[in-house]
């Protein structure tokens, strides 16, 4: 299956990284995303089906947050997903760094 990677630094510790990813999940559910705090792992809803994993690396001045997504689609779907994905990155990367 197809794989989508994304990434964002983030200037944040690694443990408020987590903590904020985790906030910023249940704050901005809006329909695409459905989480399981416990493993980080999370699905699109729609009609693709896809998996990802969150994965957090501590660098000298922050934290790299990327998300891996393997999903079921065609081209058409893999761009949608990544185009959302970045998205949401963005977004949280402000969401990490206006809140700290």
């Given at each position: 299956?197809?794989?989508?990677?994304?990434?964002?630094?983030?200037?944040?510790?690694?443990?408020?990284?987590?903590?904020?990813?985790?906030?910023?999940?249940?704050?901005?559910?809006?329909?695409?995303?459905?989480?399981?705090?416990?493993?980080?792992?999370?699905?699109?809803?729609?009609?693709?089906?896809?998996?990802?994993?969150?994965?957090?690396?501590?660098?000298?001045?922050?934290?790299?947050?990327?998300?891996?997504?393997?999903?079921?689609?065609?081209?058409?779907?893999?761009?949608?997903v990544g185009a959302q994905l970045e998205?949401?990155?963005?977004e949280f990367k402000m969401f990490a760094e206006t809140r700290g």
């Amino acid at each position: 299956m197809p794989k989508i990677e994304r990434s964002t630094n983030v200037h944040a510790a690694v443990t408020d990284a987590d903590r904020e990813w985790t906030e910023f999940m249940f704050r901005t559910f809006m329909g695409h995303y459905q989480s399981s705090v416990e493993d980080l792992e999370w699905s699109l809803a729609d009609d693709v089906e896809e998996e990802g994993v969150v994965s957090l690396t501590p660098l000298d001045d922050g934290t790299r947050v990327t998300v891996t997504i393997t999903y079921e689609g065609d081209r058409a779907a893999e761009v949608a997903v990544g185009a959302q994905l970045e998205r949401d990155l963005a977004e949280f990367k402000m969401f990490a760094e206006t809140r700290g």
